[in-house]
């Protein structure tokens, strides 16, 4: 199929929504291009606890960063002094009452003055609602220098073990044996192959040890196969795995993968959202094609925008096509959340 590895991640984005994971049935949440500062992943399967996930809804639709975790986890039960409810931070504690009246505002938190002590109290308990994270790249074209170039990232993913499995997702040839299998990538990553609406699985991932220390790989080396200097590399904690793990998930929370339009311009008279099968994707009637999110901006040449006159007409197109299309989008969000009342229409 030629099309490009944006629309392709949505197609994955919406076969792991609906069908993950291959061999059962689980509640996910499916977020695009999150990671950490120095990796960044296609797809992430966020595997959840149905129960805890619908508690999970007390604090928001927003996603709760690093600090707020740190106060919303140890919030007490009953009032407490927050120095001694909350750990040492690590950092002045000014900032963690700044963090406090943040959360207080969002609702999330009970707090209180007694004399010259801020006292707080949770209000709901934070759920343990992330069961697993699976990192799945995109690679509608696997050839031997895609693989080449995928191959030291997937070894960093290993090496980490930041993710309960690794995956690759590249389209199907219908060969007797897939390309894929005889390319050179890890063999402790997963490898689905697709056709236009399903994926098969070629190759089983291992299972990464993400309550073991792991080892991120800071420089290799590059001088050839002569070359025999050192690598660098250091540890990293389960501890802190455990809490980039977190907040991977609550950005995943927070954006889900239809935001694309915030990295689009819907506002463009030429951006439409057309429906293929049990999926909707962008697509820009200027070019006739879908286009990326690079693409797709106001340095387009074929950038207009939308006559003002369309932003004043009632429903069902109320402040413009544009913000139609993201209210789409989004209600699409809402309704495949675990415990959402989805359907197999897109």
């Known amino acids: 199929m030629d099309e490009s590895e944006f629309v392709f991640e949505l197609r994955t984005c919406r076969w792991a929504e609906r069908r993950w994971p291959p061999d059962g049935e689980r509640a996910v949440l499916v977020a695009r291009q999150l990671g950490t500062k120095r990796?960044?992943?296609?797809?992430?399967?966020?595997?959840?606890?149905?129960?805890?996930?619908?508690?999970?809804?007390?604090?928001?639709?927003?996603?709760?960063?690093?600090?707020t975790l740190d106060v919303v986890q140890h919030a007490p039960a009953e009032w407490e002094w927050y120095r001694d409810a909350l750990p040492e931070p690590g950092y002045p504690w000014r900032y963690v009452r700044e963090t406090i009246h943040e959360v207080d505002e969002r609702g999330i938190l009970s707090v209180r003055k007694r004399g010259n002590r801020l006292e707080i109290k949770r209000r709901y308990a934070y759920p343990n609602w992330v069961?697993?994270?699976v990192a799945i790249e995109n690679k509608p074209d696997l050839d031997a220098g895609a693989a080449r170039d995928l191959r030291p990232q997937l070894e960093r993913d290993v090496a980490l073990s930041l993710a309960d499995e690794v995956w690759v997702?590249?389209?199907?040839?219908?060969?007797?044996?897939?390309?894929?299998?005889?390319?050179?990538?890890?063999?402790?990553?997963?490898?689905?192959?697709?056709?236009?609406?399903?994926?098969?699985?070629?190759w089983y991932p291992r299972t990464l040890d993400v309550d073991a220390p792991g080892t991120r790989i800071l420089e290799r080396p590059g001088g050839g196969k002569y070359d025999q200097s050192a690598a660098r590399f250091e540890y990293v904690s389960p501890d802190e795995k455990a809490r980039k793990r977190l907040e991977i998930a609550e950005r995943a929370y927070e954006r889900g993968w239809r935001t694309y339009t915030r990295t689009m311009r819907p506002d463009c008279r030429h951006f439409e959202l057309r429906?293929?099968?049990?999926?909707i994707l962008p697509y820009c009637d200027a070019k006739s094609c879908h286009q990326t999110a690079r693409e797709c901006s106001g340095r387009c040449s074929a950038f207009e925008p939308e006559p003002p006159a369309w932003r004043q007409k009632g429903w069902p197109i109320e402040g413009g096509p544009g913000n139609a299309s993201k209210r789409l989008l989004e209600s699409?969000?809402?309704?495949?959340?675990?415990?959402?009342?989805?359907?197999d229409a897109e």
């Open 39 to 67: 990796r960044r992943w296609d797809t992430v399967v966020i595997e959840v606890d149905a129960d805890a996930f619908a508690r999970r809804a007390n604090f928001g639709r927003n996603r709760l960063d690093g600090d």
């Open 169 to 202: 997702a590249t389209n199907r040839t219908g060969e007797t044996t897939e390309p894929a299998l005889l390319e050179s990538i890890p063999v402790e990553a997963g490898i689905l192959t697709f056709d236009d609406h399903d994926a098969e699985v070629a």
């Open 275 to 279: 429906r293929e099968e049990a999926l």
């Open 332 to 343: 699409r969000r809402e309704r495949n959340r675990p415990g959402g009342s989805e359907s």
């Open 131 to 133: 069961r697993r994270i």
